[in-house]
């Protein structure tokens, strides 16, 4: 796989979860840039709360644009087939439309996905909803979903304060579950309650033993 040779010093592996320590952290964006920059790349985001099928912004649109593909109905169900038009919890979402979300079927669902992506030797992304603890229904949150799906995660957070201690408790919580967390990268794009951008980089490496970088330094090592 000699397009792959290329990026093996960032992504050892092909198949990734992608979670957050919380909400409006960057998960999007992220995938979103890896689309654009991977050779043989497609990436799903199962569950998408606060999302409008006409609505190019959403999450959804916005890797279905990544990946180059139209904004449709059928492309939107393709890779994010939950999708609930309040911006709350996808379990409260679901709820709120009167229905609920089965975990088997969301875990089969990535599982297909994973399989087609082998098939077809291609990247793949699995974007969570919200953060590590987020719940999917009454009983199961992304956590769950990542342990049973069992690939690598890259752990995102971002330059705020609190971070370190949300961070380093999502850290505790992957590994409790043998979550594999790949790297944990730091958004520094959003607004900052802190100017430690550094000092937080080199806190949470320390105490996590994961590789830690900046968002911005991830994915300039795809661009060099």
Not at 191 to 206: C, D, G, L, M, R
Request: with cysteine; net charge positive; hydrophobic share 40%.
């Amino acid at each position: 796989m000699p397009h792959f040779r290329k990026f093996s010093k960032m992504l050892e592996e092909k198949i990734y979860f992608v979670a957050a320590v919380g909400t409006d952290i960057g998960k999007t964006f992220l995938v979103e840039n890896l689309c654009r920059v991977l050779p043989k790349v497609t990436a799903i985001k199962p569950i998408a709360s606060g999302s409008h099928d006409d609505d190019k912004n959403s999450d959804s649109a916005k890797i279905l644009t990544a990946l180059g593909l139209e904004n449709s109905k059928s492309n939107l169900d393709s890779i994010s087939p939950w999708r609930f038009k309040e911006p709350v919890s996808p379990h409260f979402a679901a709820k709120n439309s009167n229905t609920k979300i089965d975990f088997l079927e969301v875990k089969n669902f990535c599982q297909r996905k994973i399989f087609q992506a082998i098939d077809e030797d291609k990247f793949l992304f699995i974007e969570a909803a919200g953060g590590v603890m987020t719940p999917i229904n009454d009983e199961r949150t992304f956590l769950d979903l990542a342990a049973q799906l069992k690939i690598p995660t890259l752990l995102l957070t971002a330059n705020y304060l609190g971070a370190i201690s949300h961070t380093l408790c999502a850290v505790v919580a992957l590994k409790s579950r043998k979550v594999k967390i790949e790297k944990i990268i730091i958004n520094e794009d959003l607004p900052s309650q802190t100017s430690q951008s550094q000092s937080i980089v080199e806190t949470i490496k320390n105490f996590s033993s994961i590789e830690t970088l900046s968002l911005k330094n991830f994915l300039k090592n795809f661009l060099d």
